[in-house]
């Protein structure tokens, strides 16, 4: 606390106000990847200040270094003017600098009590933890941030990606950092719970906290930032007052090349050929669904969050078993009864995931290996892998999708977030997929490859595929999909005809009559 | 937020994440009516201080050696040198102990310091050598037999009675005290800080590093810790046979392990309690007197122990399976 209290002081006749954080021509390479090269950024108490860039510009390692996850190759690292060596995120914790990284540092098989106040449990007699009062002082934690739906007696496995995410957001703030990095906070969470982090960063603004964020939403960006850094390749090149930068300028900035447009046009449809119809669809959380989706479409799935998206994707995959109603696929009623029916030919449904991690790619192993899981027959012969064959498949994916990575031998793994995405989509592409559930794919990734997975799924609908979407982006669905459903309550409330839908009307229809609890 | 939630209750919660525990307990338990049934079969009489005294007796070496191995599969490690660590305080409890308060007092704790030096080669090798833990307590494994041979050539020695008695009394099942023992000990290393450290790193490393959790003295003391406990057991083992032998523990790393497995923690780490491997001690014990009764002939019984192993291990995984999904 002395922290925010000597910044605030008046009587310091500094002739420029000390930042509250700086780094300082900070280089670190990881292998031979030159992570930051040469790369400085300040920021000051009572301001939000948001760093931008696409993945790989250097803005998670910069956070990870400021707040002493690891030390950087050279460079100096000041907090509010003196020089400090911050050895761990707990020496860095003392000097009141709080984090909330993008890899999540809860621990799964614990519960939310436990990890809230690790290493800070109340003790009683000998030292010994109290377990019952390790449960109320975690329930006052919430209720003071106005949490009112975790239960800290739940384990972390048990909790959604979302809750999880404010799990560690307030595990952060009840440390009472003066200086608060976020490092993409709000990927994994809902409109909801943005809300909610917001308030809770114009309070933390309000009492003089310096907070620090990522994100690659620019309407999150744009609502919340007083200040907006730019990196690019490893390098801060700007640094604005967020009332003075725009949206297509900042993207020129990021990506170092002239965005005409961020969104492209979706092509014009030809014919009305049903290739996927759902009649009176209900299942969990999903209710008396009919919708039909067209060769060559692309079916934007929208509305609030939480409101049966999911489910219904899982539906139309083969996970969660419809109580009624029919799937039709090319005329005729099916039955899915698991995944590997929807994935099989003649169906060919795929669905492509937000969390391609959990629910897609083979991370340690090469892109070539993770395209051809699903048609390893048809690049062997008798069961044995034919490199030739195998080798030609991939460069044309490669090719098709722009893949950037140096060879169909690089490990998953080390892949931006985007050019993942392209991989799991190309290998449904190979398995002769002709509908395709998106779920979200572009959470998470950055501005440059959101362009290219754009063209992508417009690239698809062109060669006829049919692409039902769903994105946590208002603004992407409504300027990418032919036509959008509102789900609200697990049942269709709109339907808007595009295209050239405005995204106000999708949140207007998402939020028009919905009763709040 | 919304406060749209179904709220448990603390006995719910108990319940859901402690379903492999309550499974151990269960196994427990049905093995002991098994146990009761087969012997009034035989005996026409209900087992009594007799029995009850032989296996707690039994099972005590088995629930010390499990208990430390819990610690160190908690972290996400494995101990394989459990055995030639009880082969070791084995031999020189029987060798080098003498009918003296004194010598029974010091031995014991050159024992505890024998098993806290092992334990902390382990631990260095595994956490600062950056060493698979299978790999070097494989090497240790071998180390300690070789020890353990050169202080007791030969099976023999002699421990003395008073300390049999004070350990492993054969007429009470004064052993029971043990254990009640170790269930509280367990129940305070559960409150400790070192005892969240253990549970933190064994749930993800980088992310208890990133809590500020001492990683490296969280590995090493789990060693340390172990090889305590299977010093101990070693010591114990000397003093329900009254004599020593430099290969009888070589049995107690693949039975701890066993142990561990039915008391229902995780092998990936992170999960689990001690009080189900003491369970799972007694589970074993158990068995080898359930198939005596059944009159299978002792040459198979290893064959029957793994059918059962698998058996069990089988049938807690599908009733767990099936209780996640009922809640």
Known sequence: MTVKESASQPEVPAPTIAAAIEGRGIFKAFGGVQALDDASFAASFGEVHALVGENGAGKSTMIKIMSGLFPPDSGIIEVEGREVDLRSPVEAQKLSVGTVFQELTLLPWMTVAENLLLRHEPRGVGGLIRRGDLVRRAEAIFADLGIEHIDPRALVADLSLADQQVVEIAHAVDRKPGIFFMDEPTSSLAEREVEWLFRLIRKLREDGTCIVFTSHRWREISSIADRITIFRNGRNVATYPAMELGEDQAITLMTGRSVS???????????????????????????DITFTLHRGEILGVGGLAGQGHRELFLTLFGVLKPTAGQ????????????????????????????????????????IADNLTLPILRRVSRLSVIEPDRERTLVRQMFERLLIRASSGRQLVRT???????????GRWLLANTRILLLYDITRGVDVGTKHDIYELVLDLARQGCAILFYTSDTEEMAHLCHRVLVLREGAISAELQGPGIDPEQVVAAAVRGSVRA | MSAVTRRRSPWTHFVV??????????????????????????????PGNFEATSISNNALPLAIAATGQTIVILTGGIDLSVGGMMDITNSVTAVHMHDSPGSMVLWSLVVILIGAAGGLLNGLLVAIGRLQPILVTLATLSIFQGIAIKILPTPGGQVPPSFTNLLTNPNRPTALIYVALIILL??????????????????????????????LWARVGAFILAGIMSALAGMFLAATTTGGDATTGDAFTLTSIAAVVLGGVSLFGGRGSAIGSVAGAFVLTLLINILFFANINPLYQSFYEGVFLIGAVVLTVLIGRYLRRAT
Do not use: C
């Open chain 1, 261 to 287: 447009a961020m969104y492209p046009e979706p092509p014009s449809l030809e014919g009305q050929e049903p290739v996927l119809e759902a009649r009176g669809l209900s299942g969990q959380r999903v209710e």
């Open chain 1, 327 to 366: 799937i039709v696929v090319d005329g005729r009623p099916r039955k899915l009864r698991s995944p590997h029916d929807a994935i099989r030919a003649g169906m060919g449904i795929a669905l492509v995931p937000e969390d391609r991690k959990r629910e897609g790619l083979i991370l340690p192993m090469p």
């Open chain 1, 415 to 425: 892949l931006s977030g985007g050019n993942q995405q392209k991989v799991l989509i």
């Open chain 2, 17 to 46: 994440q402690n379903v492999p525990l309550l499974l151990a307990l269960f196994l427990l338990l049905a093995s002991l009516i098994v146990y009761v049934v087969l012997f009034y079969g035989n005996e026409h009489r209900i």
């Open chain 2, 186 to 215: 367990w129940l305070i290393f559960r409150r400790t800080s070192f005892g969240i450290s253990i549970f933190a790193i064994g749930n993800d490393r980088q992310a208890a590093r990133a809590n500020g959790v001492n990683v």
